[in-house]
């Protein structure tokens, strides 16, 4: 099967709409040139990072694929992107944090074996994790934001992936630690703008379509996981050919995987019941 498309998935953890809306010049340009669209989406509950990371992939609420807490891992049951990507022929590609590989290709995540590997067999084709260890208010232990995307771009050129996903936790660990209304806030957002800048052409370039969004929110006081716009609601910005809705229409995560679907081409399994939201 020839898949109709490539694709980049791009989540930068924890960023409320506000934020994406008055931080991110760079994204906001490219909406302004009319070369990106973008539209207000909110999370799944709870919006806590693990949860919404299952739900990101497989499109059902964590009532149902059962990843309820970042405590609670497991290989998740439901087909998801990477797997639904394989089965259809493409190659996939995935910089995250290790609960990604853990959900996705297998639990539970062995630091050794599992940081690195290209398994041609595998739901995920070329994997590159980091886990974060020892990260607490002091010490974030991120990857830099510039890091990730150069890995992201090695595995596109290197590898040829037909669909990849990179994640990064800087701004979430950021919004932990200092909350979303602050002088460090407002420079963090600014320099992951300017590092994803670098990026962005490239990959368009590639013949790459890009989305660029969030998992979830976060308050002033640096927290997520409840029902509250702050915490729920992020931006995702689109680069790409597809047709969506009108620029006010408020997106499910839910949506999501079977939009990524749709626009590879890849037929959208039955348990992802959201109606893509591109053409």
Not at 122 to 132: C, D, K, L, S
Not at 213 to 227: L, S
Request: glycine letters at 10%; charged letters at 20%; one cysteine or more.
């Amino acid at each position: 099967m020839i898949l109709h498309t490539k694709l980049l998935l791009i989540i930068l953890d924890g960023v409320p709409w506000r934020n994406w809306r008055r931080l991110f010049g760079n994204l906001e340009g490219w909406v302004q040139s009319g070369e990106a669209q973008v539209w207000k989406m909110r999370a799944v509950l709870p919006s806590t990072s693990a949860c919404c990371y299952a739900s990101i992939h497989t499109g059902v609420t964590p009532q149902v694929h059962g990843i309820l807490s970042n405590e609670v891992r497991f290989r998740v049951a439901q087909p998801d992107v990477f797997s639904e990507v394989t089965k259809a022929g493409g190659k996939t590609g995935a910089v995250t944090h290790s609960y990604w590989s853990e959900f996705f290709n297998r639990h539970p995540f062995d630091l050794v074996n599992d940081i690195e590997y290209d398994e041609p067999g595998g739901p995920i084709t070329h994997g590159r994790f980091h886990t974060m260890t020892g990260y607490g208010h002091d010490n974030q232990m991120t990857p830099s934001d510039v890091d990730l995307f150069a890995t992201l771009t090695m595995l596109c050129q290197r590898h040829g992936i037909d669909y990849g996903i990179l994640h990064t936790c800087t701004l979430d660990s950021m919004g932990h630690r200092f909350g979303h209304d602050n002088t460090p806030m407002d420079h963090a957002c600014a320099v992951a703008d300017a590092m994803l800048a670098a990026f962005l052409p490239k990959w368009r370039a590639a013949g790459y379509e890009v989305m660029v969004t969030a998992d979830h929110g976060q308050t002033d006081r640096g927290h997520h996981g409840g029902r509250e716009d702050l915490q729920q609601d992020f931006a995702l910005y689109y680069f790409g050919e597809g047709k969506g809705p009108k620029e006010d229409t408020l997106l499910d995560q839910l949506q999501l995987a079977p939009t990524i679907l749709k626009r590879l081409g890849v037929p959208v399994p039955n348990t992802m019941k959201a109606k893509p939201f591109l053409a």
